[in-house]
């Protein structure tokens, strides 16, 4: 018997780079509720010599995620995983892992654009998809796999993007879904599939990659042993399975004159089109035409984030809150040099705070001492980083954008949000800090009918949690 709508509960599994949280909403008196019902640690483990991914225990973690749900009594209707992009595994015939899960931090692709340029230019690349060049993208990790490990691709028979992989444990069902697909840099802008003419030249696998599904669509239901070990069946959906995907469908704003800034490990400063921008000028900007739902683009760009901060805070021998940290960071602002956030000597240094301290020195600039100096460096850099992409964003669109909306957990940073609307001199909106999670709710809930459309859901999410104006 189908359960009334109004009680219908969708559960978001939402997995980052060093944390996961299993998370119930439903629909009450014209608002989104949520409920935090688990959440676990997720981190790098070196193996072989490598960065990687533990996927068994990312897996027994949602395992848990569910039965915890079980025991609560709180059964979802349905079921949505998002993660990271770009990372992905090899299936072979038997549908196990080939050789260990990598993580983008590693350093398996140094040079490995070199070796796609040989192949097909970087210029006609981003005619071809309109991806930001980012060494870790899924095009260079499998041209790395060729180069290094040509064995998994030969013996390679499916293709998972991780929430894919899960969602597979979890069904047995392989379904490869668009906004994740798109980070892998071999999805067409413009026919908004695989692009067969770059896999081919490639010499990749063309049979590996699986037909798109879009956000809404239904992967199937657990597995009868799954059934049994968590409690109940529940149907698994696909929302945005890319986490930034999820995070943009939750924007509360539903004009084109905001710029969105999705905060936390990585910062995503973009906008919503329509249309892919897949010329010349988008290229030397950097800019990236990543999909989102119902086939639209979330054009914007990759920022380092707050990663960083994340790295110096565990460095520094005193564990302070955060809001110490921003008292600190406060006190530095006499503190004057730069360092460039997207640089890739911070993508995974073995310690942040010598990297920031040898880019100042590499680059002429006064060294970053105290724990103050070092907290406003990265502050200070990164919000002139924002503003510079506003920038961009305005100079590349012919538009001003007079708001700028925060969201996912970094809206709660109140130093950087009053540095980023100084430097920007646009309105400053922080919130909603659960983004990426509610984006992955409201695919599922639009699955079943819940709002008309996007547009009524993100009313709905604006009228049910605090968006606060940033006060400068």
Wanted: aromatic fraction near 10%; charged fraction near 25%; glycine fraction near 6%.
């Amino acid at each position: 018997m189908k359960r009334e709508k109004e009680k219908a509960h969708y559960l978001a599994i939402d997995i980052g780079a060093s944390s996961g949280r299993c998370i119930l909403g439903w629909i009450e008196n014209g608002k989104i509720r949520i409920e935090e019902l688990y959440r676990f640690e997720n981190c790098l483990e070196e193996t072989d010599g490598h960065l990687c991914w533990n996927l068994a225990r990312l897996f027994h973690e949602v395992i848990t995620g569910l039965q915890r749900c079980k025991q609560l009594n709180r059964i979802p209707l349905s079921i949505g995983i998002d993660t990271w992009g770009v990372d992905f595994v090899l299936l072979d015939q038997a549908d196990k892992v080939l050789g260990n899960t990598i993580a983008y931090r590693d350093g398996r692709t140094q040079g490995m654009d070199a070796e796609v340029y040989k192949i097909i230019k970087e210029e006609e690349l981003y005619q071809h998809n309109g991806i930001q060049k980012q060494l870790f993208n899924s095009i260079y990790q499998l041209m790395a796999v060729q180069k290094q490990e040509p064995d998994l691709l030969n013996n390679a028979r499916s293709f998972l993007m991780i929430p894919e992989y899960l969602n597979f444990l979890l069904t047995g069902e392989k379904k490869n879904e668009y906004t994740n697909a798109t980070t892998t840099q071999l999805v067409n802008a413009e026919t908004q599939d695989w692009d067969d003419d770059l896999i081919a030249r490639l010499g990749l696998p063309r049979e590996i990659f699986g037909k798109l599904h879009m956000p809404k669509s239904s992967v199937g239901y657990l597995l009868p042993e799954i059934q049994k070990i968590v409690g109940f069946d529940a149907e698994v959906l696909l929302p945005a399975t890319h986490d930034t995907g999820s995070a943009v469908l939750a924007v509360p704003a539903n004009d084109d004159h905001s710029i969105y800034l999705s905060s936390g490990t990585w910062s995503l400063m973009g906008i919503e089109r329509l249309i892919p921008d897949c010329t010349e000028k988008s290229r030397q900007h950097n800019f990236t035409n990543e999909g989102g739902y119902h086939y639209r683009y979330r054009y914007l760009k990759n920022i380092m984030g707050l990663w960083m901060m994340q790295s110096i805070r565990k460095e520094f021998k005193h564990a302070y809150s955060f809001t110490e940290l921003y008292t600190l960071a406060g006190i530095g602002s006499y503190f004057s040099s730069v360092v460039d956030v997207n640089d890739s000597s911070f993508l995974a240094p073995k310690n942040m705070i010598n990297a920031v301290q040898d880019y100042c020195e590499k680059t002429g600039q006064e060294k970053p001492e105290t724990e103050c100096e070092l907290l406003y460096c990265v502050y200070n850099s990164l919000a002139k980083c924002y503003a510079d992409t506003v920038a961009e964003i305005e100079e590349v669109t012919g538009k001003v954008y007079p708001r700028i909306h925060v969201v996912g957990g970094g809206c709660q940073d109140s130093f950087l949000n009053k540095l980023t609307a100084e430097y920007t001199g646009k309105e400053v909106y922080a919130g909603p800090v659960e983004a990426t999670t509610l984006g992955n709710l409201v695919a599922q809930m639009l699955k079943n009918n819940e709002f008309a459309d996007l547009v009524a859901a993100r009313e709905t999410i604006a009228r049910s949690f605090n968006v606060k104006k940033v006060q400068v």
